[in-house]
């Protein structure tokens, strides 16, 4: 894998590639946002979110990385600001449902929020997750915001690359029962 990875904005027709990675990789947060109660469900909701704009599962919010036209991962991110606003719709979905509508909005004001960052299972290990964080970095310069935060699992071996990409443990918050370290990073990264 020598070719450079390149990333661009996504498009709904990107659902078929983006929408079951973006399920993979939030697992118990997409059935918890969508009131699915098994993965295939989830992500029969989380498609028709994706074709829609004004939610955080938007194409909207998706930046596709690829190679020579082949995708291999997603990067899925908005300002952080913006995250109560991004959640009503699926909210409003639960409502329907009749279920509860507790959904915490994981962003904060003041940061780019980075929601799911995914690669594919063959692309791991060659570089596309780094180069997805720093088009994070690109897009949180671009909304005029000096840093980017996410939330990572406790244990999660992404870390490790999030560490490496220059971020830094900046908290703790629990979601829908479990434990993420919120990490940020200046938008303009000097460990690079």
């Not at 606003?85 to 639960?94: G, I, S, T, V």
């Not at 490496?164 to 938008?187: D, Q, S, W």
Request: glycine share 12%; net charge negative; charged share 20%.
């Amino acid at each position: 894998m020598t070719q450079v990875v390149t990333v661009r904005p996504a498009h709904a027709d990107d659902a078929a590639f983006a929408v079951p990675l973006i399920q993979e990789t939030i697992g118990h947060i997409g059935l918890a946002l969508t009131g699915a109660v098994t993965e295939a469900e989830a992500e029969g909701v989380i498609l028709e979110f994706f074709a829609r704009s004004g939610n955080r599962l938007s194409f909207q919010n998706v930046w596709i990385a690829q190679r020579s036209g082949e995708a291999l991962g997603l990067l899925l991110g908005y300002a952080g600001a913006n995250s109560g606003a991004l959640d009503e719709p699926f909210r409003e979905h639960l409502r329907g449902r009749g279920l509860p509508t507790d959904i915490v909005s994981e962003g904060l004001p003041g940061e780019w929020y980075l929601d799911t960052l995914a690669v594919t299972e063959a692309a791991r290990g060659h570089g596309v997750g780094a180069r997805l964080l720093r088009e994070a970095a690109t897009q949180a310069s671009a909304n005029g915001l000096e840093r980017v935060g996410l939330l990572v699992e406790h244990g999660n071996r992404a870390a490790r690359l999030y560490e490496c990409e220059g971020f830094k443990v900046a908290g703790e918050r629990t979601l829908g029962g479990h434990v993420y370290n919120h990490m940020i990073r200046p938008a303009q990264n000097t460990a690079q």
